[in-house]
T-cell receptor, first 115, second 109 residues
Framework: EAGVAQSPRYKIIEKRQSVAFWCNPI?????LYWYQQILGQGPKLLIQ????????DSQLPKDRFSAERLKGVDSTLKIQPAKLEDSAVYLC?????????????FGPGTRLTVT | GQSLEQPSEVTAVEGAIVQINCTYQ??????LSWYQQHDGGAPTFLSY????GLEETGRFSSFLSRSDSYGYLLLQELQMKDSASYYC??????????FGKGTRLHILP
């Protein structure tokens, strides 16, 4: 079974530039999550989708971050414009169902550096 | 607010047993999960407690007591490869997912 795929793995941009991350979840997984993990901290949920609907985006900075999952499969997360404090690893995860056994499968992440 | 508290670091000896605690303040949740994360890697799922009590998976066990707002992860027969960060996490009744700040486990030979 293929795991969660993310690209790119690394990205360096200057502040005020835009960046986009892509995620393809495990086949058949209805729920998809985007997390931000700052060095030395736990993952912080930005947004979670159930199929192509948003379940929770309460911690997504909507003035600069946006995410979509148009066909209920893969997803993109965009930052526009980026700030220095956005430097972090962006993790995508998926799970078979919304409120199952708590098991999320994480992708390798995208390490973003904003200079 | 809702929060999960874990010790920031724990040190143990190879072959020993270690317990990582997680106390929480949340109005209600579906269950408590545990994840392991090695440096530079992604979190990997270890265990889930939907009900009170002990769940055992090989060398790892996890416990939940909703009445005490407390859970723990127990690692037995520690190996050097268990050196990692460990996170507890919950999904609240209003579908918000909260991770603890993580416990860094150091294992001494």
């Amino acid at each position: 079974e293929a795991g969660v795929a993310q690209s790119p793995r690394y990205k360096i941009i200057e502040k005020r530039q835009s960046v986009a991350f892509w995620c393809n979840p495990i086949s058949g997984h209805a729920t998809l999550y985007w997390y931000q993990q700052i060095l030395g901290q736990g993952p912080k949920l930005l947004i979670q989708f159930q199929n192509n609907g948003v379940v929770d985006d309460s911690q997504l900075p909507k003035d600069r971050f946006s995410a979509e999952r148009l066909k209920g499969v893969d997803s993109t997360l965009k930052i526009q414009p980026a700030k220095l404090e956005d430097s972090a690893v962006y993790l995508c995860a998926s799970s078979l169902e919304l409120r199952g056994l708590g098991e999320q499968y994480f992708g390798p992440g995208t390490r973003l550096t904003v200079t | 607010g809702q929060s999960l508290e874990q010790p920031s670091e724990v040190t143990a000896v190879e072959g020993a047993i270690v317990q990582i605690n997680c106390t929480y303040q949340t109005s209600g949740f579906y269950g408590l999960s545990w994840y392991q994360q090695h440096d530079g890697g992604a979190p990997t799922f270890l265990s889930y407690n939907g009900l009170d009590g002990l769940e055992e998976t090989g060398r790892f066990s996890s416990f939940l007591s909703r009445s005490d707002s407390y859970g723990y992860l127990l690692l037995q027969e520690l190996q050097m490869k268990d050196s990692a960060s460990y996170y507890c996490a919950v999904r609240s009744r209003d579908d918000k997912i909260i991770f603890g700040k993580g416990t860094r486990l150091h294992i001494l030979p």
